[in-house]
Structures are given as C-alpha cells and as structure tokens.
C-alpha cells in the first residue's frame, strides 16, 4: 500500500475504536469507604465534643482557694492542722527572675515557645522510657502539669490525658504565659502539705517568695518531682543533691552563672516557719466538715475555735483505753466510743476508738443499732398520746404476727406493770406492746422530732432499737430531755448559732421522762451508772453485739458505745454493765472537776414517781420497780421478777401487725 493511502482522511462514516477502559473511582469501587470513612470522623467528633463538654473549662480561669485549718480547743490550745496550706497566689512579674527561671529550667525549658504541649518533650520522653524499659521521664509541660493538678484526678487513663491536654491547649490560648506560670506556682504541692509557692516558702524558710535567695528557690523548684522524697525537713541531704541538679538546669539555660550557682549551693538554711500538727483526731474529723464549709474560700492558716474541751477529752480517752485494756479480753470487747456534749449540742469530747493511728474509723458517727436506747422514743410518743409513768402495760410473752419478742433470760412479771417500772427494767414485750398500741408513726414523728434522721424500721422491731443510728445522733437526742427543747443540733465550731425550729417540750413531757429516766439508773438496768443526779437508758443489742448506756448528770449528755468492729458478739456485755461503768467514770470526772457548780435544779413541776409516795403499786412496792432495802438485787436488763404471789405467765397473745422480719435482730434482746 501507497504512503499516500496511509495518509488519506478517515472515513467519517467509519466507527471509532473504543478508549481503553481505565479503573473506576475508589468510591465507586468500596461504596463503604465513605461510610466508614464518616463514621470514623463522627467518632472522634464525639469524643472530643464530649471530653470538652466534660472539661471544667468554666471554672479554668477562676482563682484557686482552699484553706489549712488550724482547729483548736475551747481554750485555744490546737488540735489538728487539716487541710492543704496555702499563701495567697504569688505574680511572676514580681518575683527575682531566678525564682521563675529555676522552675522553667529544670520542668519545662521551651515553657515560653510552645502552645501549652511540647511535641518535642513528648517524643524525647518517649525514647527515654523505651532506652530505659520503664517510665523513667516525662513529658507534660508546666501548663499541663497546671491543667492537671488544679482541674483533674490523678488517674493515670487515657481519657485524662486528653483531658490534661485540650486544657492545656484552652489555657494557653486564654492566658499569658507570666500567667500560667504565676498560677502553676501558686497551686503546685511541695509536701509537708504545703501547696503553693508562698506556702513553701514560709514552711520551710520563713520566707515570703521574694526574699528567697538563689538556692533556696533551686532547691522549692527541686521538690515538684517527688515533694515527699526530697523535703528538706525530712531529708536535707536528698534535697540539697536536688537543689545542684537544679542549679546545673540554671546554668545551662543561662539564668544565673556557674559562680553564682558555686555560691547558692552552700547557702541554704532551712528553718520551719510553722509549728508541726497532728494532721487528725476522731473530733477534727468530724468538725472539719463543718469548719470547711465557713471558711472554705480564705488562703493561709485559719484559726477555728471548737467546742471541745481539751481536759475532759483526754479524761474519756484515758477512761475508754483503760477499761477495755482491763476487761476486754475477758468480755471479748475490742472497741468503744464516748460522746460528750452539753445541752446545747456543743460537743465537749468525741472518742471514736482506743487508737486513732491504729484506726481512723470514727465509731462514735458510725451507725449501730442502739438496742433498748431507742425505748426513749417509744416511751416519749406514749406520754404524748396521754399516758404516764403509772399508765399500766403488760409484761409478759407476746406474739407478733409469728414473731416472739423476749425479755432478757426469759423473765416476765407475768401482769400489769406501770411504765415507769418496765421502762427502768427494760422490759422489751413492754415496749413492743405499747408500740404497737401507740402506732409506729407515732413513734417515727417523735424520733424525727427530736432529730433522729436514720432510717427506723417499718414493723414494731423498732420498738426494739432495730435500726441504725449513731451514737451522735442518740445522745443529742437525750439531751433534748436534758434541756427541755428538741431538736439537740450536735456541733463542734464555737461561733454556732441555734437554727430556727427549736421548741420546748411541755412541763408534762419532761417531768415523765425524767422520771423514767431517773428510775433507770435508781433501781433499773443501769444502777451501776448511778451518781446523784444522774438520768440515762441502758441498751443492748442481739447476741450481745452493741452495749450503750446514754444518760446525762446536769447540763452534760454522755453517750456511751462499746462492741467489736467486726460484728462479733460480746460475752454477755449488756448496756447496763461495761458501758454504764464507762459512763459513770467520765461523769464522775466531769462533776467534781467542774464543782463547786451545782447542777441545775430540776423543773419543779417534776416530781419523781420515787419521792411521791402515793405512787404505788397494788402489792405496796413502788411504781419505779425499786427493791426494798436488803431486798432483792437491782433488775437485770430486760427482765421484770414477777410478784411472789404473781401466778404464771398466761400463754403469749397474739397481737395482729405488720409482718415482723423472718430473724428479727432483736429476738432474745437484753434490752
């Protein structure tokens, strides 16, 4: 074929050949990328939308505060320091520029060039802990250390982590750099419980900031990595080989010389410019939540009166040790706890424990059944409903739907006694009959009206002491029959003002329970708490668990527990014995130590069912179940001797109530 063929126009009418078929977008070709692709993104999406939204950013720019109390006694003398201890935040502008420089060079070099996190201190970071099969280094910046210890939890997660960071990102776009470094100076914890550079200072100098010399602030700047290995009252030598470290990271970033660094390092004196304290004590606390709450937005220490009395606290605490360091092996009581208090609520004296370093535990707030304590109240709402200490109520077996209560050792008087004489004998059939013929409300709305706010049970075992309640709450509530007016608000700060909704009790209210009151430790269960004076309930729980005995001798309400921690019961241990012993120690104390002050004089429309001698009962015995002289011994708890010519118990009635628990904790209860 001619070249001139070859080179002949195509034929219009000729169909072209197809263009080689190239591969189809990736899109067409996985459809589900995109999906997959968005989900992810919607993912981290919400994720950092809920990491922020779950950031304190609101309160980030705010000032920090948190106050060091110094709790002290009634007469001033201290008790505990609790709480961190912080000076007013300190300015970066107005301190020597090696204070600032020390801390820059040895926690953070490119703190003035990076945005708040250092990608290249990460990554340093990183190889060092590979190099070295561990952490061995760190990379957050001073801005994330700020982020961290003023806004979030020490929790080593992931989460955190990012938290730390989008914090430290949010404060470094906020604030100047000066500022975030005045306020990660101002926050940072320097041990001792020192938080703050201000506090540091005075702590271990007795120095404001400015006056710091060189190495003093090489060697605070020193102490951020591990406060409480290096604090220089603990361990000088670890924080002086600290403070050359630090003096070299000066060097080396220029802000003081190698002389002037020779000089700094052999010119650090370190002298405490605050007393030590105990950091704690069963009474600190339970105050400490209270004296917070005033003062929680003051720097430096603040001083916080108490109500406590210094003498009388070491007086129980001896007396508490003492007695079960005596008879506890014996009666298999390992603890104990007193309450204190006067009339007004003032707590005086508060032992939680034999040992505060062996346990912190405060037992004396603790929730434990209070046993025949609780008898108070059901005692209280029947005089309420018109009924008085020679109001008759039978002691003898009962049934409460398929629950059987019981006296102490199975003793019954087999009849009609007067309250006054099942009250000081503890009778528990008594009082689980007059609860039930009274109502439980009845009993629930004079509990809470003398500011009982635990729980109460729901069926007549409350009658009994069935439920939780702490020794606190107890006792202030038989300080409302001492002082004639409920609710008995406890608390320990001097300055307390009465709340409104205090009232009287009527003149019939308190001349009936004193009475029942008085009977109980004249010629009831709890004789062996007897002093002239002296009113008060014993109560003990099932199996010998919990043994109290809460009364009170003039103005001062004692409440008395002991019991093991564990639960385990005591050998035979009743309010009326260990308990009553203790109570009539601290008591005892407390009146002779306070005379010549008299007790008060009684209501005198109080007249004692013991001194009116018309108050007899049929067989010419007094009401309040006392034993002639020479006669019988006094009742043991729970139990009420039937006359001699009594005849026996008639077969338990059955009484129709709510469903009593399957193991009610207070069958067999001594009382």
Do not use: C
Not at 245 to 261: R, S, Y
Not at 431 to 440: K, S, T
């Amino acid at each position: 074929m001619s070249d001139a063929a070859d080179l002949a126009p195509a034929d219009p009418t000729t169909p072209k050949p197809a263009p080689p078929r190239g591969k189809p977008p990736i899109w067409k070709r996985r459809p589900w990328l995109i999906g997959g692709t968005a989900a992810v993104l919607l993912a981290v999406v919400a994720v950092v939308a809920s990491l922020l939204w779950s950031l304190p950013l609101g309160r980030a720019l705010e000032p920090l505060a948190n106050p060091t109390l110094v709790i002290v006694a009634a007469d001033g003398s201290p008790i505990a320091r609790r709480g961190s201890y912080k000076e007013a935040p300190v300015d970066v502008a107005k301190l020597p520029p090696y204070v600032a420089g020390a801390f820059v060079a040895i926690e953070d070099r490119r703190f003035y060039r990076h945005i708040g996190v250092d990608p290249k201190a990460i990554l340093r970071a990183m190889g060092a802990n590979a190099k070295a099969g561990g952490v061995s280094e760190g990379g957050s910046t001073i801005t994330q250390q700020l982020a961290k210890n003023a806004f979030l939890s020490n929790k080593r997660t992931f989460r955190r982590k990012i938290q730390e960071v989008l914090i430290a990102l949010y404060l470094d776009a906020r604030l100047s750099k000066d500022e975030i470094l005045s306020r990660y100076l101002s926050s940072v914890y320097f041990g001792d419980g020192t938080f703050g550079l201000g506090a540091a200072s005075r702590h271990y100098f007795d120095k404001t900031p400015q006056q710091l010399s060189i190495g003093e602030a090489a060697m605070l700047a020193g102490l951020v990595k591990a406060p409480s290995r290096w604090a220089p009252t603990e361990n000088f030598d670890g924080a002086r080989t600290r403070m050359k470290t630090v003096l070299g990271a000066m060097v080396d970033t220029g802000v003081i010389t190698q002389a002037q660094a020779d000089r700094a390092a052999t010119q650090v004196h370190v002298q405490t410019g605050r007393p030590k304290l105990p950091v704690g004590s069963y009474f600190a606390d339970w105050v400490f939540p209270q004296a917070k709450a005033v003062f929680e937005n003051t720097y430096g220490e603040t001083v916080v009166r108490t109500t406590l009395d210094p003498k009388l606290q070491a007086q129980a605490e001896k007396i508490l040790d003492q007695a079960i360091a005596r008879d506890g092996k014996a009666l298999n009581v390992t603890q104990g706890a007193i309450v204190a208090m006067r009339t007004d609520g003032r707590i005086v004296a508060m032992v939680g424990g034999r040992d505060y370093k062996a346990s912190q535990f405060n037992r004396a707030d603790a929730q434990r059944p209070p046993g025949s304590a609780f008898k108070l109240f059901v005692y209280l709402a029947a005089i309420r409903q018109g009924m008085t200490p020679t109001s008759p109520i039978l002691d003898a077996p009962v049934q409460v739907s398929g629950w059987t209560p019981k006296n102490h050792e199975g003793k019954y008087a087999g009849r009609e006694v007067p309250l006054i004489t099942a009250f000081a004998a503890s009778s528990n059939v008594a009082a689980v009959r007059l609860a039930h013929d009274i109502g439980r409300d009845a009993i629930v709305r004079t509990a809470r009206d003398l500011g009982v706010t635990d729980p109460i049970p729901n069926d007549l075992t409350l009658a009994l002491g069935t439920g939780p309640m702490s020794l606190v709450r107890l006792t202030a509530a038989y300080a409302a029959i001492d002082a004639g007016e409920a609710p008995v608000i406890p608390h320990g700060l001097a300055d307390w003002k009465k709340p409104a909704g205090v009232h009287p009790l009527t003149k019939a209210e308190l001349a009936s329970m004193r009475d029942l009151l008085r009977s109980a430790t004249q010629r009831g269960t709890g004789v062996e708490a007897a002093i002239p004076g002296a009113f008060g309930k014993t109560g003990t729980s099932q199996d010998y668990r919990d043994a109290l005995f809460v009364g009170y001798v003039g103005d001062l309400v004692i409440g008395v527990w002991v019991g093991n921690d564990d639960n385990r019961p005591m050998n035979g241990v009743v309010g009326g014995g260990l308990p009553a012993k203790i109570w009539k120690s601290v008591a005892t104390y407390a009146v002779n130590r306070d005379a010549p002050r008299a007790a008060e004089p009684e209501d005198d429309d109080a007249v004692s069912a013991a001194e009116d001698p018309t108050l007899l009962n049929p067989d010419g015995t007094p009401v309040d179940g006392s034993v002639p002289e020479g006669g019988e011994v006094p009742l043991a708890e729970g139990s009420v001797p039937p006359a001699p010519d009594a005849p026996a118990a008639p077969p338990a009635p059955v009484i129709s109530a709510p469903p009593a628990p399957a193991a009610p904790a207070s069958e067999r209860q001594p009382g």
